[in-house]
């Protein structure tokens, strides 16, 4: 009996559940109105015509008090006006029903009641689609790629939409969701660059060419051909003969930078690639960077590190003025550096280098089992549990995974001697090196997944300089303070310039040269000192391979081979 009872507890709580999470806002009925400043009819919109809608257009028209919305002309004008211009933003305005919702607006005035509202819905519905599309993207980051961490965008669509069509500013409303950034703008005109070049499409050249200045192939007539397709060559300047001449030299170092590739002229595996790109595949590019765009913060903020990976630079921006450039070195295709957007937490000088699992089982293992010296070379100690010390003649290879390996600090750690540290999900964070020589490369997509910057301290020292109270100054910042003040002091008519002895000349001079800023006598020490970012620094780890400047279409090598992944995506 008491089993009974328990079953039918159990029964009448999973009824009642049910009946409580399937439960609907109760809708609520209206009646048509007469509008008598613009002498029309505000129709009610009846519950059968919005219940399989989704929450968000139901919650819209509950704003509206369930009556229909675009009963505006202008407003319905604006919004198909903005549906024409998505193709300028990269989008097909087939996505946003133009062609549907144009001919409904034709035959507007004879359409029955119920097909007026129908209509007014497909307006709604077609406007939250466009708001969410250009101010997050017509696709979330996470359904496409792996290792994307970008800060979330939210958007309310509805007090949006309820300002826009009180107030007759659809369009204003829809165009301020688009980024904002200066590579936005520049992909834009670089798609408006691409579509006035002719559609063609180019037969592969051999890879395995190696052409120079004075060569005489017959090849060199189609590389003419395409220097002149991509504007980088005149036609009129070289007639399209075998002869690799002067003109043409100008113009191959010139698509060769196009391209982040060396100019040197040389026609190798670089450029031959970047030359069998036909307009499609680059219009492709194109087109997806304007969408990862789109998935980009709008605010990136006052002061952030600004990286693109595919160009292997970063740039520091304070005030919308970029203050310092840096190379950089990022993850290899196979251990890609992540996507992301954070915020600087802190500096670490003199870094410990603990040995990441993946770095572990790909590298140290096999190349400490084929030698133990690798552990002294390396200047790594090897530990068990917390802090047991493990020699490497002890050490198990079949174990290597169990225990925990750290390199002590130094120029030659290979964290180098600074680590900037922010929150993200993926373990990495920007670093010196102890391989400053892979800087002078052009590709640079050779790290394990940190993000490796050339003159780290520079920049640490400029990052820190305005915080607590000019402690972190610059040995430069110092000596020009200093010279400043000088020259200031030498203004008062009254100024006498202090007599030094030998002795004291010879001090002053040697305190001048071996004088450090604070940040360079922790350094000296060789001791790991933490220093806390006070003010917000973000750090934005972004992708582009395309944009427009004053030299011309720029393409970048895809080296994650993310372009083509959302071009198709794009156009399924």
């Not at 840096?326 to 996507?339: E, S």
Request: with cysteine.
């Amino acid at each position: 009996m008491m089993k009974k009872i328990c079953i039918f507890v159990v029964l009448l709580f999973v009824v009642f559940m049910a009946c409580k999470n399937s439960k609907k806002e109760v809708f609520e009925e209206s009646e048509d109105y007469f509008d008598t400043i613009r002498k029309i009819t505000i129709h009610a919109m009846p519950e059968d015509l919005l219940e399989d809608k989704s929450d968000s257009i139901r919650s819209f028209y509950k704003m509206f008090e369930n009556h229909e919305i675009w009963v505006d002309r202008e407003n319905r004008e604006d919004l198909i006006s903005q549906i024409e211009k998505t193709k300028n933003e990269g989008l097909n305005p087939e996505d946003y029903n133009i062609n549907k919702i144009f001919q409904l607006e034709l035959r507007k005035d004879s359409l029955q009641l119920e097909e007026q509202l129908a209509y007014d819905i497909l307006l709604t519905q077609t406007y939250e689609k466009l708001c969410n599309h250009y101010y997050r993207g017509k696709f979330n980051p996470d359904e496409v790629y792996n290792n994307w961490d970008l800060f979330d965008k939210k958007l309310s669509v509805a007090k949006l939409l309820k300002e826009s069509i009180d107030t007759k500013k659809i369009a204003p409303s829809i165009k301020g969701l688009l980024p904002t950034h200066p590579v936005y703008f520049s992909l834009k005109e670089a798609l408006v660059e691409i579509d006035k070049l002719p559609n063609s499409k180019f037969d592969s050249i051999d890879k395995n060419l190696k052409i120079k200045f004075n060569d005489n192939l017959d090849v060199v007539k189609e590389i003419k051909k395409r220097l002149s397709y991509w504007k980088d060559l005149n036609p009129q300047d070289t007639l399209y003969t075998s002869k690799y001449d002067a003109k043409m030299l100008d113009a191959v170092k010139k698509f060769q930078s196009r391209h982040g590739l060396f100019a040197d002229g040389v026609i190798g595996i670089g450029t031959i690639r970047a030359l069998n790109c036909n307009k499609e595949t680059r219009k492709g590019q194109i087109l997806a960077n304007l969408e990862r765009w789109r998935w980009f913060s709008r605010n990136l903020g006052e002061k952030y590190i600004l990286i693109n990976l595919p160009d292997y630079e970063l740039d520091y921006i304070v005030n919308k003025d970029t203050v310092a450039k840096h190379k950089i070195v990022c993850g290899r295709p196979q251990r890609m550096t992540p996507i992301l957007s954070s915020k600087l937490s802190n500096f670490v000088f003199n870094p410990t280098w603990t040995v990441p699992p993946t770095i572990i089982k790909e590298d140290l293992s096999v190349e400490a089992t084929a030698n133990r010296n690798y552990f002294s070379r390396n200047r790594i100690t090897i530990y068990k549990g917390t802090n047991t010390v493990v020699s490497p003649y002890e050490w198990n290879p079949e174990k290597a995974e169990s225990y925990r390996y750290v390199q002590t600090p130094g120029y030659d750690n290979s964290l180098g001697v600074v680590k900037f540290n922010f929150p993200n999900h993926h373990s990495v964070y920007l670093h010196d090196t102890n391989h400053r020589d892979y800087f002078v490369y052009k590709y640079r997509a050779l790290s394990s997944g940190c993000v490796r910057v050339q003159y780290p301290v520079v920049l640490a020292k400029m990052i820190l300089e305005g915080q607590d109270n000019g402690r972190w100054k610059s040995i430069e910042t110092i000596r020009k303070e200093r010279a400043a003040k000088e020259a200031k002091l030498k203004q008062n008519k009254n100024y006498r310039p202090a007599k030094l002895t030998a002795e004291e000349l010879e001090a002053k001079q040697k305190f001048l040269a071996e004088e450090k800023d604070e940040i360079d006598e922790i350094i000296a020490k060789k001791e790991t000192y933490y220093i806390k970012v006070k003010q917000p620094i973000y750090i934005h780890q972004l992708y582009w391979t395309s944009w427009l400047d004053k030299k011309g279409l720029q393409f970048r090598d895809d080296i994650y081979n993310l372009d083509k992944t959302l071009y198709d995506k794009l156009g399924s």
